[in-house]
C-alpha cells in the first residue's frame, strides 16, 4: 500500500510545467503489481504450507495441551474419591466436580492418544446416540406440557447444530457452544 501512495504522489506535471504522460502508467503498473502479489501469496500460501509440512502447533504445545488434560483428569479423580464425598458437603464437590468437567471438555480432544481404547469414531458415535437421547427427553417434556413449543424448537435446533457439527468432525467447537 505504501507502493501505491508513493505512485499517487507522483506529480501531473515535471518542473519546467510539462506534463508527465506516464503518470497514470505508474498508477496503474503500481496497482497490477500490489493486486498481483497479493492474490499469488494467498493463493501460494497453503499450498507452501503444506509442502513444508508446517504443523499449527508445535511439541511443546502438543506437551502442555496433554498435561492439561492429564492434571484436569486427575483433579476429576481426586474429587469422586469416596473419602472425600464422605468429608464435604456433597454440594461443594458438585459444583468443584462441574467445572473440572467443563474444562476437560474446552481441552483439544485431538490430543488424545489412540493408544487409550479411545478412537474419534466411537467418541461420535456415542455423541449421536448421547443427542438422541436429549431430543426424546426434550420431546417428553414438550409432550407433558413442561415446556412451550418455541423452547423446545429453541433447544431443538442447538442440538441439530450440534449433530451436524459432529458430522462435519468438528464436535469440539459443538460440544462448547451446547455446555
Same mark, same amino acid.
Given at each position: 500500500?505504501?507502493?501505491?501512495?508513493? !505512485? +499517487? &504522489?507522483?506529480?501531473?506535471?515535471?518542473?519546467?510545467?510539462?506534463?508527465?504522460? #506516464?503518470?497514470?502508467?505508474?498508477? +496503474?503498473? /503500481? +496497482?497490477?503489481?500490489?493486486?498481483?502479489?497479493?492474490?499469488?501469496?494467498?493463493?501460494?500460501?497453503?499450498?507452501?504450507?503444506?509442502?513444508?509440512?508446517? $504443523?499449527?502447533?508445535?511439541? %511443546? %504445545?502438543?506437551?502442555?495441551?496433554? !498435561?492439561?488434560? /492429564? @492434571? @484436569?483428569?486427575? !483433579?476429576?479423580?481426586?474429587?469422586?474419591?469416596? &473419602?472425600?464425598?464422605?468429608?464435604? $458437603?456433597? &454440594?461443594?464437590?458438585?459444583?468443584?466436580?462441574? *467445572?473440572?468437567?467443563?474444562?476437560?471438555? $474446552?481441552?483439544?480432544? %485431538?490430543?488424545?492418544?489412540? *493408544?487409550? *481404547?479411545?478412537? =474419534?469414531?466411537? =467418541?461420535? !458415535?456415542?455423541?449421536?446416540?448421547?443427542?438422541?437421547?436429549?431430543?426424546?427427553?426434550?420431546? =417428553?417434556?414438550?409432550?407433558? *406440557?413442561?415446556? &412451550?413449543?418455541?423452547?423446545?424448537?429453541?433447544? #431443538?435446533?442447538?442440538?441439530?447444530?450440534? %449433530?451436524?457439527?459432529?458430522?462435519?468432525? /468438528?464436535? #469440539?467447537?459443538?460440544?462448547? #457452544?451446547?455446555?
Amino acid at each position: 500500500m505504501l507502493s501505491l501512495a508513493a !505512485a +499517487f &504522489s507522483v506529480p501531473y506535471t515535471l518542473a519546467n510545467g510539462m506534463p508527465l504522460k #506516464q503518470r497514470s502508467m505508474i498508477i +496503474f503498473l /503500481t +496497482f497490477c503489481v500490489i493486486g498481483t502479489s497479493l492474490v499469488f501469496q494467498g493463493l501460494s500460501m497453503p499450498w507452501l504450507i503444506r509442502l513444508l509440512s508446517i $504443523d499449527g502447533s508445535n511439541e %511443546e %504445545e502438543r506437551e502442555e495441551r496433554r !498435561a492439561r488434560r /492429564t @492434571v @484436569v483428569e486427575e !483433579a476429576i479423580r481426586y474429587l469422586n474419591r469416596r &473419602s472425600l464425598i464422605e468429608s464435604f $458437603d456433597p &454440594s461443594v464437590i458438585h459444583e468443584l466436580l462441574s *467445572g473440572y468437567e467443563r474444562r476437560l471438555r $474446552d481441552l483439544p480432544t %485431538e490430543e488424545i492418544e489412540q *493408544g487409550k *481404547g479411545f478412537s =474419534r469414531q466411537q =467418541r461420535d !458415535a456415542l455423541l449421536l446416540k448421547v443427542v438422541q437421547v436429549e431430543r426424546e427427553s426434550l420431546l =417428553r417434556l414438550r409432550n407433558d *406440557g413442561a415446556i &412451550s413449543d418455541d423452547v423446545a424448537r429453541t433447544i #431443538q435446533r442447538d442440538l441439530g447444530l450440534m %449433530e451436524s457439527h459432529i458430522h462435519t468432525g /468438528t464436535t #469440539q467447537n459443538a460440544l462448547m #457452544q451446547h455446555f
